[in-house]
């Protein structure tokens, strides 16, 4: 099937993270098959991580179908571009279709995008997983991939106003080794692939190039910055 949309979502997003001087930095994507099917598990830090870590993919030349809530397929903007795209609408009330879904898509040989977190973290750690993502890859026999994106915070994030016409903010995307889930040692494999994630996002915020200035509130509370800690985000979440 011919892609008509997505080449151009990806030039008008390189084309606005050029005028914004955005700083990309994108490593270790040879981890990324160059084909057949592969989940990449992403860590999960602002609103726009699904476009970096699709970014992170390109590398391998792949295009990821990532999940997301059905609410993104009914806005009358984004879900013709999430359709055209091919993504994966999730219905959290019934989401075994969309399950089979993505692991009918990666029997096919596709990459497919999941944030096992679920929702973005505020504390800027990697918060407790679902499983979906190492139940669907051992059912479909492919590997997964853990990703980071750390920085895109600092332009849109949950708790804080935006600030997408921010220039010069540092962005990194990092992709760790691959590995096989076995199939029924679901929750060992799960809690390994947040150490995975964990570890990438430690890597990721030890080498980023900008301090936080006055107020380091896009710095988790353990490197000394004002994000909750992971307790405090997880009492946040509770309130909605």
């Given at each position: 099937m011919?892609?008509?949309?997505?080449?151009?979502?990806v030039?008008a997003?390189?084309?606005m993270?050029?005028?914004?001087?955005?700083?990309?930095?994108i490593?270790d994507?040879e981890h990324?098959?160059?084909?057949?099917?592969a989940?990449?598990?992403c860590?999960?830090?602002s609103?726009?991580?699904?476009?970096f870590?699709?970014?992170?993919?390109?590398?391998?030349?792949r295009?990821?179908?990532?999940?997301?809530?059905?609410e993104?397929?009914?806005?009358?903007?984004?879900?013709?571009?999430?359709?055209?795209?091919?993504?994966i609408s999730?219905d959290?009330?019934?989401?075994?279709?969309s399950?089979?879904e993505?692991v009918e898509?990666?029997?096919?040989?596709?990459v497919?995008?999941?944030?096992?977190?679920?929702?973005?973290?505020?504390?800027?750690?990697?918060k407790e997983?679902?499983?979906?993502?190492?139940?669907?890859?051992?059912?479909?026999?492919?590997?997964?991939?853990?990703?980071?994106?750390?920085g895109?915070q600092?332009?849109?994030?949950?708790?804080?106003?935006?600030?997408?016409?921010?220039?010069?903010?540092?962005?990194?995307?990092m992709?760790g080794e691959a590995?096989?889930?076995?199939?029924?040692?679901?929750?060992r494999?799960?809690?390994?692939?947040?150490?995975?994630?964990q570890?990438?996002?430690?890597?990721?915020?030890?080498?980023y190039p900008?301090?936080?200035?006055?107020?380091?509130w896009w710095l988790?509370a353990?490197?000394?910055?004002t994000?909750p800690?992971?307790?405090?985000?997880?009492?946040?979440?509770?309130?909605?």
């Amino acid at each position: 099937m011919a892609e008509l949309v997505y080449p151009p979502v990806v030039a008008a997003c390189k084309t606005m993270f050029r005028v914004l001087d955005i700083k990309l930095d994108i490593g270790d994507t040879e981890h990324v098959p160059r084909q057949g099917g592969a989940v990449i598990a992403c860590t999960h830090v602002s609103y726009l991580d699904f476009i970096f870590c699709g970014l992170g993919a390109l590398p391998a030349d792949r295009l990821v179908r990532f999940m997301a809530k059905r609410e993104v397929f009914e806005n009358r903007i984004a879900g013709p571009l999430m359709r055209g795209m091919r993504h994966i609408s999730v219905d959290r009330a019934a989401g075994k279709a969309s399950y089979d879904e993505a692991v009918e898509r990666l029997r096919s040989g596709e990459v497919v995008g999941v944030f096992p977190e679920a929702t973005i973290s505020r504390s800027f750690t990697v918060k407790e997983l679902k499983s979906g993502s190492v139940r669907m890859a051992a059912e479909a026999g492919v590997p997964i991939v853990p990703m980071t994106v750390w920085g895109s915070q600092r332009l849109w994030t949950k708790g804080r106003p935006k600030n997408l016409t921010q220039r010069h903010v540092p962005v990194s995307i990092m992709a760790g080794e691959a590995f096989h889930p076995e199939a029924g040692d679901v929750d060992r494999v799960t809690a390994d692939l947040r150490v995975r994630m964990q570890h990438l996002l430690d890597k990721a915020q030890a080498g980023y190039p900008d301090a936080p200035g006055a107020d380091p509130w896009w710095l988790p509370a353990h490197l000394g910055g004002t994000a909750p800690t992971p307790a405090e985000a997880a009492a946040l979440d509770q309130e909605k």
